[in-house]
């Protein structure tokens, strides 16, 4: 074997790379046809961070809130990925609001509605939050606490090469910590093995320890009545007084809910079974499960299904093998360390996607009302929007394989209202899709035919109805289009005042309808040149008046010239408009939001916001009611904002 | 303009698509971000000057980057390439055939740098001193650095002929 076998090998490998030659057709029909080009441009890129989905736009009434009913009864109101964290992260803390996120090398991090920032420098790898939100208890391999008024570290104790102390947890009457004491020692050959692994708890006044069992993730259950822990892959209640031990269920990472009446934790489901003459399967699922404090119901809280990845991968060796063979399947997701919010309303809980392999937080809210066929409808439609195209089909009867596609996107939604048509459910809705930095604008009403679960609703049946339609320019590139049943010119290009046109070249761009005002939003990208340099022009067109209106000229973001827009999306009222713009010049690609309220072309940076944060990208999602949906990508983390347009202020999640 | 776009289009589509699949391991990935290096080149073909393979390919690599800076947040300057791209098993890539499947397992032992090298040289059919000034770097050291990584590569294959 030398090099030149190599070489000769590694062109061969050239051809086994697939080629999509509908692909290349398609963009080659474009650019010899066509002056007004269709791109499949990346949506996702331009829309920035992994999907993660957002449905908890609507707040919950207190009145809703759960106050004790049993786990069984439990509700899911939403189910909100809402933070992209970057490598991976530890446990969440929430005190009122103010979530504290652990990252994993790099720090403590707050998340409220001024922004996302460090706290503090730790090598931490797990962190839990005092009952009053004044101290965090976290462990870096030492026991440390922080308070977080006085930005002042502890030590309560000290590690060594053999000794570590890991997963605190307050107790409620904040003068004691639970935590587990691992001990280690070298294995003969090499490497390390767990020796020890038990949990004590410490009296911070005295410093004094005190071994309660054997296990891991412990928390306590109203003081000293009893503590919770996981063993041996079982989550065990233990009474403190009595110290008998019951097996809540299997599972791991069990954590106390603050008023004490339910356990959280995860379990693995497999199931096996035989599917052909040689081969066997096993499926294991993680999903979340709530328990009561008193064990008398539990209740799985999420829906985690078999990665497709792996499916595809079974069904080759399903049909192909001729030796007995046991294929494992796991779970598109992960989940890890679910964590209660203060008010033991919210989970959070970190979401690993096995296939797109990263790492978000998720927020669950629980309720106790049943939910309706419109709050389906509309969790349905945002993750659409947001391509989170597992949640979408997990709330289908019967799927399609696939969903979601790069262009034209959904950009936004409405619900026009629900009934009953020969005993079913439905919603109508109207859906908004467009291209990426191109205008073309499509809007279509849809019916949605439900039936009822355990769990709410889930959707049948979609059918197309009647009044959709389209913008774009016309194949001749004269005029801008509206096209329902037949085509109707709303203005040509010409008819654009000049000095509201560049003076060199340029194209439509981004556009949107608002049909309850009759208006057209619209922008015009122009070409740098000779002549000129890169600018975003925002117009709005009356269509009943023929009246055109500049909104902004957009020359510079900041000090930097070169401007470009991405993308532009209306609220449901057509109130406000949102732009995506970034600019040429910055070679760090950093991206703005503007929010103008078209009744006076008032504009909001959203960066602008934002304090003691230093937002690297920010993105428009959709428009939910009364919102814009943003994510804000900040030293290395894409968190989740609502821009409330009647206040004028970000919201945090 | 056009004509001359389209030219270039037709001779080097395979080369970019390839060059931008083996980099992200996704087909949908690819197919965005192909569109989008297309898009952009015609939009500033004006701007050419030069060679255009290299360009076009320019093009696309900081497309690629620009989308993994988008999606994770990377800082320019940084080894970003290193964290992201070529982050698959690579056998997805491929069309599963038995032959080439040392080679192909062998590819697991190179570093992203050397994977990118590979990528450009042998998927993407760029000439030694087209990769230099892509990555720049001068002719003599691509040719260096292809030479080294071919070895390695055949030190890992033989390694795994004397295991079985």
Same mark, same amino acid.
């Given at each position: ?40 441009? =990346? ?138 004491? *691992? ?74 809910? =603050? ?69 494992? *399947? ?30 978000? @937080? ?76 191109? =205008? ?146 910055? =070679? ?39 919102? @814009? ?25 | ?164």
């Amino acid at each position: 074997m030398n090099e030149k076998f190599i070489e000769k090998q590694l062109k061969d490998m050239k051809n086994q790379i697939p080629m999509n030659k509908d692909l290349k057709k398609e963009l080659r029909y474009n650019f010899s046809n066509k002056k007004t080009l269709k791109w499949k441009i =990346p949506a996702a890129a331009v829309l920035a961070a992994a999907v993660f989905l957002i449905t908890a736009m609507y707040m919950m009434q207190p009145d809703s809130l759960i106050t004790k009913v049993n786990a069984a009864s439990l509700k899911i109101l939403s189910q909100v990925s809402f933070a992209d964290i970057e490598g991976a992260s530890g446990d969440p803390a929430e005190y009122n609001g103010t979530l504290y996120i652990l990252v994993f090398g790099k720090g403590v991090y707050s998340h409220d509605s001024s922004g996302f920032h460090k706290i503090f420098d730790a090598d931490a790898s797990s962190m839990n939050i005092s009952h009053d939100g004044k101290r965090l208890a976290f462990s870096d391999g030492n026991l440390k606490i922080f308070d977080i008024a006085e930005r002042k570290e502890t030590v309560l104790l000290k590690s060594d090469d053999f000794t570590y102390y890991e997963q605190p947890s307050w107790c409620p009457d904040g003068r004691h910590i639970i935590f587990v004491k *691992k001990v280690i020692a070298p294995r003969e050959t090499h490497g390390f093995e767990v020796k020890q692994l038990d949990i004590y708890e410490i009296e911070l006044e005295s410093k004094k320890i005190n071994k309660l069992a054997e296990g891991s993730s412990p928390s306590y259950v109203k003081n000293h009545e009893a503590i919770i822990f996981e063993k041996e892959n079982k989550v065990i209640s233990k009474n403190l007084k009595d110290k008998t031990e019951k097996v809540v269920d299997s599972g791991r990472f069990p954590s106390v809910s =603050p008023d004490g009446e339910y356990v959280a934790y995860v379990k693995t489901q497999r199931k096996e079974s035989k599917i052909s003459q040689n081969v066997s399967e096993a499926e294991n699922i993680d999903d979340i499960w709530v328990s009561d404090i008193n064990l008398q119901t539990k209740k799985r809280i999420t829906s985690n299904f078999v990665n497709p990845q792996e499916i595809s991968n079974a069904e080759t060796i399903k049909n192909t093998s001729k030796l007995p063979t046991s294929i494992e *399947k796991n779970g598109l997701y992960s989940y890890f360390n679910p964590k209660w919010s203060s008010d033991s309303k919210n989970l959070y809980v970190l979401k690993d996607n096995n296939v797109a392999q990263n790492m978000k @937080l998720m927020r669950i809210s629980f309720t106790d009302k049943k939910l309706t066929a419109e709050d389906t409808v509309r969790s349905f439609m945002q993750a659409l929007v947001t391509r989170d195209e597992e949640f979408a089909k997990s709330l289908m009867k019967n799927p399609p394989s696939i969903m979601t596609v790069s262009n034209p996107h959904p950009v936004g939604y409405r619900i026009l209202g629900s009934g009953q048509e020969n005993g079913r459910d439905y919603v109508d809705a109207e859906i908004y899709s467009a291209y990426t930095a191109q =205008p073309d604008f499509y809007f279509g009403k849809e019916r949605y035919y439900l039936s009822p679960t355990p769990y709410g609703y889930m959707i049948d049946e979609v059918t197309g109805k009647s009044g959709g339609g389209t913008v774009r320019v016309s194949k001749d590139d004269k005029s801008v289009i509206l096209q329902r049943e037949s085509e109707l010119v709303l203005f040509n290009i010409k008819d654009i005042p000049t000095d509201y046109l560049p003076q060199g070249k340029y194209r439509l761009a981004s556009l949107a309808l608002s049909e309850q005002n009759n208006t057209l939003i619209f922008t015009i990208q122009a070409l740098q040149d000779a002549s000129q340099k890169s600018s975003v022009k925002v117009l709005s067109y009356n269509i009943n008046t023929s009246e055109f209106k500049m909104i902004d000229d957009i020359k510079n973001i900041g000090e930097k010239g070169n401007v470009g827009i991405a993308s532009l999306v209306i609220d449901p009222s057509s109130n406000h408009a949102a732009v995506d713009l970034f600019s040429e010049d910055d =070679p760090e690609f950093k991206t703005s939001v503007f929010v103008y309220d078209l009744s006076n072309n008032q504009k909001t940076d959203i960066k602008s916001l934002l304090k003691n944060t230093n937002p690297y990208a920010i993105h428009t999602r959709f428009w939910d009611e009364d919102g @814009l949906e943003l994510e804000i990508v900040t030293d290395g983390q894409t968190m989740s904002y609502s821009y409330k347009s009647a206040s004028g202020k970000l919201e945090s999640f | 303009m056009k004509n001359n776009f389209i030219k270039l289009y037709d001779k080097c589509f395979d080369d970019i698509y390839r060059y931008v699949y083996f980099k992200t391991g996704s087909k949908w990935e690819a197919e965005d971000l192909v569109s989008e290096t297309f898009r952009k080149a015609y939009e500033n073909f004006h701007l050419l000057k030069g060679e255009p393979k290299p360009w076009l390919m320019s093009i696309a690599r900081n497309t690629v980057i620009d989308f993994y800076r988008r999606k994770k947040d990377i800082m320019p300057g940084s080894d970003e390439l290193d964290n992201y791209a070529y982050n698959y098993p690579f056998d997805e890539v491929f069309e599963r055939k038995e032959e080439l499947s040392y080679l192909k397992e062998s590819l697991n032992s190179l570093s992203k740098d050397e994977l990118e090298i590979v990528n450009l040289r042998y998927f993407s059919d760029l000439k030694y001193k087209q990769i230099g000034e892509m990555l720049g770097k001068t002719e003599s050291a691509i040719k260096m650095k292809v030479t080294r990584i071919n070895q390695k590569l055949i030190e890992v294959i033989k390694r795994r002929y004397r295991e079985e």
